[in-house]
């Protein structure tokens, strides 16, 4: 809930700063127009605003909308923006067979974006936004953790897997443990 206030302020700031951009009349293409009356439209973050020229005098309504893109760098250089599904689906599958539900995913999937966002944050290097996710993983559930570190750290060899495991002691030993249980969990499935 307070994600969602801290990310309506954000937007409201960002609309405030609009509210005093200059917008062309689309009639006689005058640079100045006034705002007549400005209308907050919260479910799709966007404002209406009537506007009047201050040269031909005629009116016209403008809606605008607050950019809330993010971009990740990809290991490669390129761009790509930040794609709530995807994160969510990474999510999943690392809290699977965990007391992660698909809920609280979603929940933290939101509040990574949200507290971004929320900083003015406009892009970010994936790597940086996956030990954001594991930073957060940690306190949740060791191996949706340890499971999301595989995939995203792409561990060289066994050798590199076990020490993250170590470097997260003293739970490290019951990740072990965890782990070894749900592969039981996997084989029992395939029976
Ligand atoms: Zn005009």
Redesign the pocket.
Known sequence: MQDILLLSSSVQKCFDSLNSLDMR??????ED?KVTDSRFAAEVNAIRRRRE??????RFTTFETVDLSLQVKKRDGTFEDFMQDKLIHGLDAACRHTRVSHDQVRALAYKIKADLVGKGIREIESQRLGEIVLQHLLGIDVVAYIRFACVYKRFKDIQELVEAIQSIAPEGSTVLRELEQEEDIHAADEK
């Open positions: 009349c689309p009639f006689c293409n005058h127009s020229c201050t040269q031909c005098m005629r």
